[in-house]
């Protein structure tokens, strides 16, 4: 592993094993992470971007399984790792996480201080009185008066919760911080101000990021690479500022053509036609294929191959230079969201959900006309 890596990922794959099958919720992501550089994680709900993040933590939950494939964190393989040992030698220490959702976590019924002091009292052999001198300093650092230390979750507002969650995440000073949604619950004003922060920490502390979001339009500012999953693969991987200015995949270009531009006037936002598959009996060959504007007649058989297109390693058959893929791409393919049957047959929960969404939105724009 180069010197300037943190965390090398090889062909992980993660399922859940569940009686109506295994999801496969991750598959062969394969990424690295350099020391003090960021990676934004983008992609629909349910394409895999939580599981990706348990798992680099070596903390999936039963019936979660990582199958295959490896994590080195700075010379540590990951997947090894008993769940005694990933306790003791990385999870705070080398690699922390801001989970989804977690400050509707923190206990009520005890003060932000006593919460934040755990992993300290776990990891290091220090005083109260040292443990708060610590945590008050990373209050600080996240733009929050000390004495919050004191306080109970409820009399913190949304984005003070979130930032106590963030100073947690940094009190042993780990390498990489992983924040998965750190802002999704709060409104765009406070989202920019922590995610600003966040920046500015990274420059301070000299810390690896890794951003998770179905968002893009919030990674542009804080991602050097992006990392666009769909359907429990990694799709797209390169630099933040290449993607965002000409996507390769199908799908990045979908995703980054939705998001709203306020400089111009839009009558109506593009969205990816027809549903998320079911990860249990994904599409055969690309799973992007039944919503895919350029699927070729080879991408309902074949799984693609990633390439390396202009540094930015790209999955999908448009690259390739295989003689037959290239002939293959004369003949077209009816795509599902043209023949909306062709998608039912590998639609899942996730993809109901949208497409019930969907359903509404169209009446509700209807009867609006
Ligand atoms: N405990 C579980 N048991 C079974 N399936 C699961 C479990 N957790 C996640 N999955 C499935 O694994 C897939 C990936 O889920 P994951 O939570 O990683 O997606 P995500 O990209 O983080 O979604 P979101 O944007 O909604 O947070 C989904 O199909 C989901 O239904
Ligand atoms: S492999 Fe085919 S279906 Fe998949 S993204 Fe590329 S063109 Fe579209
Ligand atoms: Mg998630």
Redesign the pocket.
Known sequence: MADDTVLKVDELCTH?L?TDGE?M??DDASFELKRGSSIGVA????????????SLLNQV?P??EIMSGSIDLDGIEVTELSEKEARRKIRWKKISMVF?GAMEIMTPVYTVGHQMKEPLKYHKDITGQEARKICEKYLELVNLDGSIFDRYPHELSGGQKQRVVIATALLLEPDIVIL??PTTALDVVVEARIMNDLKRLREELDISMIF?T?DLSILAEVSDNLSI?YA?WIVEFGSANKIYKDPKHPYTEKLMAAIPDIRTDIERLEYIPGVPP??VNPPSGCRFHPRCHKAMEVCRELVPETYDVDGVRVKCHLYSEDESIAESREATYETAYEDESASEEYV???GKEVSEGLAEAEKAEAMEE
């Open positions: 859940y569940t999801v919720a991750l992609g629909e709900s349910g394409c895999g971007k939580s599981t990706l993040a348990f939950q019936p979660g989804q998965d949604e998770i179905h999953m429990g079911n990860l899942g929960e996730k």
